[in-house]
């Protein structure tokens, strides 16, 4: 056969054979995943979770923080620490005919983490583990607050109600037992807030019931708490305060029991105090005044404290906040003084 026949029947089969494979249905390859998409209607920062609803926020922080004790530490205290600390928060949410559903979740901790928060919310009720109705005053989460409502991160159920410019509501927590026993509240704190604000005003009011439980007896004491805070120009100031009866961790003390084994006395608390931020340069400057009294039969613990925070950012989600809190602390037997101070930096996102 000569070369010039051997190549043209090669070509004739390969035309041929292309022209074949031409008429074949092309096999369709996976479809290509959706890139997750932002949620406008959420805010900023929500990214719909592809094939579905949801639309995620993933935020948190990491937290250095340094504690320089004064002179007058005790001996199992030590004068100089340190600690690192994380916080991880996701917030889902989607529409529904019930509204916009959502759950939010955190975690924190140093050595070990923790739920902090943990809840469901749709249609004006909030129920899981979140922060008590109560638990109102103080910016710093750490150490720059008065503590005034005690309940902090707790587990119970809320309903909000909205009405013009106040916000009313209700909710029922796990008791926070702070016995002279071992005994343990049958019932939960029911608590109620009202909230208010008008333009620069805000104003807050919330109460609450705790039962008070011994190897003796049981009694029911309760909680009140308030809060008005102005913004002017680049200042904000608050003043706060409260009484409780049988209730004291809502006035911010842990120095004495709500009760003697009885509980036929119940101890009697109290809260007052004041704070001022000022925008400074870039950052915030803190100041705060506060005084937590508790008085049970014939022993009296009354605290004043003291302190001064900056707030200082270096870049978005960087900054670093020095702080020095004054206690001075007095019993019926004694009186000390302790100064304390704080560097904390913290990356946020």
Same mark, same amino acid.
């Given at each position: 056969?000569?070369?010039?026949?051997?190549?043209? /029947?090669?070509?004739?089969?390969?035309?041929?054979?292309?022209?074949?494979?031409?008429?074949?249905?092309?096999?369709?390859?996976?479809?290509?995943?959706?890139?997750?998409?932002?949620?406008?209607?959420?805010?900023?920062?929500?990214?719909?979770?592809?094939?579905?609803?949801?639309?995620?926020?993933?935020?948190?922080?990491?937290?250095?923080?340094?504690?320089?004790?004064?002179?007058?530490?005790?001996?199992?205290?030590?004068?100089?620490?340190?600690?690192?600390?994380?916080?991880? /928060?996701?917030?889902?949410?989607?529409?529904?005919?019930?509204?916009?559903?959502?759950?939010?979740?955190?975690? @924190?901790?140093?050595?070990?983490? /923790?739920?902090?928060?943990?809840?469901?919310?749709?249609?004006?009720?909030?129920?899981?583990?979140?922060?008590?109705?109560?638990?109102?005053?103080?910016?710093?989460?750490?150490?720059?607050?008065?503590?005034?409502?005690?309940?902090?991160?707790?587990?119970?159920?809320?309903?909000?109600?909205?009405?013009?410019?106040?916000?009313?509501? +209700?909710?029922?927590?796990?008791?926070?037992?702070?016995?002279?026993?071992?005994?343990?509240?049958?019932?939960?704190?029911?608590?109620?807030?009202?909230?208010?604000?008008?333009?620069?005003?805000?104003?807050?009011?919330?109460?609450?019931?705790?039962?008070? @439980?011994?190897?003796?007896?049981?009694?029911?004491?309760?909680?009140?708490?308030?809060?008005? %805070?102005?913004?002017?120009? +680049?200042?904000?100031?608050?003043?706060?305060?409260?009484?409780?009866?049988?209730?004291?961790?809502?006035?911010?003390?842990?120095?004495?029991?709500?009760?003697?084994?009885?509980?036929?006395?119940?101890? #009697?608390?109290?809260?007052?105090?004041?704070?001022?931020?000022?925008?400074?340069?870039?950052?915030?400057?803190?100041?705060?005044?506060?005084?937590?009294?508790?008085?049970?039969?014939?022993?009296?613990?009354?605290?004043?404290?003291?302190?001064?925070?900056?707030?200082?950012?270096?870049?978005?989600?960087?900054?670093? @906040?020095?702080?020095?809190?004054?206690?001075?602390?007095?019993?019926? /037997?004694?009186? %000390?003084?302790?100064?304390? #101070?704080?560097?904390?930096?913290?990356?946020?996102?």
């Amino acid at each position: 056969m000569k070369l010039s026949t051997l190549l043209l /029947s090669s070509a004739a089969l390969v035309v041929a054979g292309s022209a074949f494979a031409a008429d074949l249905p092309a096999k369709k390859g996976a479809p290509a995943a959706k890139a997750a998409t932002g949620c406008a209607t959420f805010g900023a920062g929500f990214i719909q979770v592809p094939g579905t609803d949801n639309c995620l926020k993933i935020g948190g922080y990491m937290k250095y923080k340094a504690t320089f004790n004064g002179q007058n530490t005790s001996a199992t205290t030590a004068q100089i620490s340190q600690a690192g600390k994380l916080g991880l /928060s996701l917030d889902a949410r989607s529409n529904s005919d019930l509204g916009v559903i959502r759950g939010f979740s955190k975690i @924190e901790g140093s050595s070990s983490l /923790s739920v902090s928060d943990a809840y469901v919310q749709f249609g004006g009720l909030t129920a899981g583990k979140s922060t008590a109705l109560t638990d109102i005053a103080g910016t710093n989460p750490d150490t720059f607050d008065s503590f005034l409502g005690g309940g902090g991160s707790d587990v119970g159920v809320i309903y909000s109600i909205p009405a013009g410019a106040a916000t009313v509501e +209700i909710g029922a927590f796990n008791a926070a037992d702070n016995n002279v026993s071992s005994g343990v509240a049958d019932l939960p704190d029911f608590q109620g807030r009202v909230k208010f604000s008008a333009g620069a005003v805000g104003l807050t009011v919330a109460g609450t019931t705790h039962q008070v @439980e011994s190897t003796a007896g049981t009694a029911t004491g309760y909680a009140f708490v308030g809060k008005a %805070s102005v913004t002017a120009g +680049i200042a904000t100031a608050s003043i706060y305060g409260g009484t409780s009866k049988g209730a004291l961790l809502y006035t911010g003390s842990n120095s004495l029991k709500d009760s003697t084994t009885a509980a036929a006395d119940l101890a #009697v608390g109290s809260n007052f105090g004041g704070e001022l931020l000022i925008a400074a340069g870039t950052g915030t400057l803190g100041l705060e005044a506060v005084q937590v009294t508790s008085t049970l039969t014939s022993s009296k613990t009354t605290v004043n404290s003291y302190g001064v925070s900056y707030v200082y950012p270096l870049a978005k989600g960087l900054s670093v @906040e020095p702080e020095l809190l004054s206690t001075t602390t007095q019993t019926t /037997s004694d009186t %000390s003084t302790a100064q304390t #101070v704080y560097l904390r930096i913290t990356r946020d996102f």
